[in-house]
């Protein structure tokens, strides 16, 4: 079964460094989705793209977040530089593309971010 | 933007039990779905479910769209069952908008 992969699972930083998570959607999916998640709440959208465009990136600290997807396949979320705050999960989505079931979103397992 | 309210917040059933969750939502969504988060952080599908019913062994889910909430039934629950469960909405726009997640423990 086809599955979001996402790496490195875990990761520790320190304050001020540099990180970067790496997501590749299912295969075909053309709208990929960056999301955070604090402990004890429900994931926030940072970024979504349609194919290699951003289509929202308002909630996107964009001062230290940055995101691509060059060639409309895989994606990289950078943060420089990391900050206390920033500890959380960061989970990467994919669907297929607009309306109906194809609006479907898929999860990958995230990467856990611990910033001390 | 939409709201999405979970209830109950937590739950503690013994196994065997069922169980119901609910979301109510603030406005028209051409998508629902339901997760699973497991214990590793994991968000698994549970249902797709705009409108209507739907059925997965133990779990049904119904969405009464013109109501503004959606159901989730947990029959003869087990240990496994454990995590948090999320509701999630979208409109036009793609993204989904997650509610508060409901905390269900399942004793043994």
């Known amino acids: 079964e086809a599955e979001v992969a996402q790496s490195p699972r875990y990761k520790i930083t320190e304050k001020s460094q540099a990180v970067a998570f790496w997501c590749d959607p299912i295969?075909?999916?053309?709208?990929l989705y960056w999301y955070r998640q604090i402990l004890g709440q429900g994931p926030e959208l940072l970024v979504q793209?349609?194919?290699?465009?951003?289509?929202?990136d308002s909630q996107l600290p964009k001062d230290r977040f940055s995101a691509e997807r060059l060639k409309g396949v895989d994606s990289t979320l950078k943060i420089q530089p990391a900050e206390l705050g920033d500890s959380a999960m960061y989970l990467c989505?994919?669907?297929?593309?607009?309306?109906?079931?194809?609006?479907?979103?898929?999860f990958g397992a995230g990467t856990r971010l611990s910033v001390l | 933007g939409i709201q999405v309210e979970q209830s109950p917040p937590d739950l503690i059933l013994q196994e065997g039990a069922n169980s119901t969750l609910r979301c109510n939502f603030s406005?028209?969504?051409?998508?629902l779905q339901w997760f699973h988060q497991n214990p590793w952080g994991q968000l698994i599908n549970l249902f797709y479910i705009p409108s209507g019913t739907k059925q997965n062994g133990r779990l049904s889910a119904t969405t009464v769209a013109t109501e503004r909430y959606s159901l989730l039934y947990i029959s003869s629950s087990q240990t496994t069952d454990s995590g948090v469960y999320f509701c999630a909405v979208s409109s036009n726009t793609g993204k989904l908008i997650f509610g508060q997640g409901t905390t269900l423990q399942v004793k043994p």
């Open positions: 295969s075909g999916h053309a709208t």
């Open positions: 406005d028209s969504v051409n998508n």
């Open positions: 989505a994919s669907s297929p593309g607009q309306g109906g079931a194809k609006n479907i979103q898929y």
């Open positions: 793209f349609q194919d290699e465009s951003v289509v929202d």
